[in-house]
């Protein structure tokens, strides 16, 4: 038996593929989960007001085809952020948030990651600080509830890039059911910046992360960068990773019209793979 669990971030397959598509691809591929997306389209949004009934045949795809949903990035928070002015957009944010719980409780989904933002599109100041706080509070209990764990993602940008300024917001909410998803290019560019030891860094988060994505970066850039032509060294992430007690690990990568997009699935595995099993 396999002593770690490999999932695949849903938006590196086509959107227009339907779930038991994507979990068989999935499948195909090597992986052992999918990580859903609930991002700020209104389309995925959306999937938080499904009926009974469409919740129940995601999970009959999910039987069928021998492959879970097991957590869940709601990147929705981005644009409805935690600590946003706009009292509309906060308020949608911690509805977005609620329901996501309700979803993965229902889907059998462990961890919902939420970004590390206290706003994004705005600018941050001691009120978005002091709100984000505020309502991650609210959320941690809710999460408690629902006995779902809420993973904080190390963002891009300076409010929360590190595993460091994750664990501030860990220690006052004081939480069981609140931890760290970081993303592992994140932290490896903060470190370029910083001038710091993405691994010291880590280690501050020793009990207190839930897994880790597996996303290629170069400085400056944060998105859509190929494995392997980056500046991350997974090798040494993962095997840290492993030495904090993760066990969960997603490969995050974007679906950009590529034909052979199936291949990319492959490769992405191929590299996580490897690396994963010198660890049993």
């Known amino acids: 038996m ?4 490999l999932g695949l971030y849903e938006k590196a397959m086509p959107g227009t593929l339907d779930w038991k598509e994507k979990l068989e691809a999935a499948k195909e591929a090597g992986y052992d989960f999918v990580e859903i997306s609930i991002d700020a389209t209104e ?8 009926t009974k009934e469409d919740r129940f045949e995601i999970i009959k795809a999910m039987y069928e085809v021998g492959m879970p949903i097991r957590t869940m990035c709601v990147s929705a928070l981005t644009k409805y952020s935690l600590g946003n002015d706009k009292e509309e957009y906060c308020k949608r944010g911690m509805e977005i948030l609620e329901k996501s719980l309700r979803l993965a409780d229902d889907l059998g989904i462990r961890v919902v990651m939420i970004p590390g933002y206290d706003v994004y599109y705005e600018p941050s100041t001691l009120e978005t600080k002091k709100r984000f706080l505020k309502n991650l ?5 809710l999460a408690e509830k629902a006995g779902v764990q809420l993973g904080l993602e190390t963002m891009e940008n300076e409010f929360m890039n590190t595993v460091e300024k994750a664990m501030k917001y860990v220690t006052l909410c004081n939480s069981n059911y609140l931890k760290i998803y970081p993303d592992i290019g994140n932290l490896t560019n903060a470190a370029v910046t910083y001038q710091s030891d993405v691994l010291e860094d880590m280690e501050l988060g020793r009990g207190n992360l839930t897994s880790l994505h597996l996303k290629e970066t170069l400085p400056g850039r944060f998105r859509e960068v190929p494995y392997g032509t980056g500046h991350v060294d997974f090798e040494a992430a993962i095997s840290k990773a492993w030495d904090l007690g993760v066990r ?10 590529n034909e052979n997009w199936k291949a990319d699935l492959n490769s992405a595995a191929g590299m996580a793979k490897p690396i994963l099993e010198k660890m049993n």
């Open 2 to 5: 396999k002593k770690y669990s």
């Open 43 to 50: 389309e995925k949004i959306a999937r938080l007001d499904m």
């Open 137 to 141: 509070k609210k959320a941690s209990e």
């Open 248 to 257: 969960r690990f997603v490969t995050e990568f974007w679906y950009t019209g």
